[in-house]
């Protein structure tokens, strides 16, 4: 098993920037694809970022693309999030996620999650 803890939210204005981690204790981390998603009120949990165990191969949605890069260290059992240029549409509650072996855009086929952590972006 795995836990997941989030950190780095916060309030920020449009165009700013934030850095989210995703520090993971318990089994291996480099076993456990990772991924991002993120959720506002009365909506679905929606995919932002995946990487592989590795962190060889990224992911990203259509909607952050250029604009976030999702990163890990193995060492550090800690996978990040950066997000420059942000929106007020990307404000939502962000969650890490974790599953083993191969990534997935899906929420319900990741195993474990984190407690979420919030982002507010002021227009």
């Known amino acids: 098993q795995v836990q997941l803890v989030e950190s780095g939210g916060g309030l920020v204005q449009a165009g700013g920037s934030l850095r989210l981690s995703c520090t993971a204790s318990?089994?291996?981390?480099?076993?456990?694809?990772m991924g991002w998603f993120r959720q506002t009120p009365g909506k679905e949990r929606e995919f932002v970022a995946t990487?592989?165990?590795?962190?060889?191969?990224?992911s990203y949605a259509d909607s952050v693309k250029g604009r976030f890069t999702i990163s890990r260290d193995n060492a550090k059992n800690t996978m990040y999030l950066q997000m420059n240029s942000l929106k007020a549409e990307d404000t939502a509650v962000y969650y890490c996620?974790?599953?083993?072996?191969?990534?997935?855009?899906?929420?319900?086929?990741?195993?474990?999650w984190g407690q979420g952590t919030q982002v507010t972006v002021s227009s």
């Open positions: 996620a974790a599953r083993t072996h191969y990534t997935s855009i899906t929420a319900g086929m990741y195993n474990y």
């Open positions: 318990g089994r291996t981390f480099s076993s456990y694809a």
């Open positions: 990487i592989t165990m590795t962190g060889g191969s990224t």
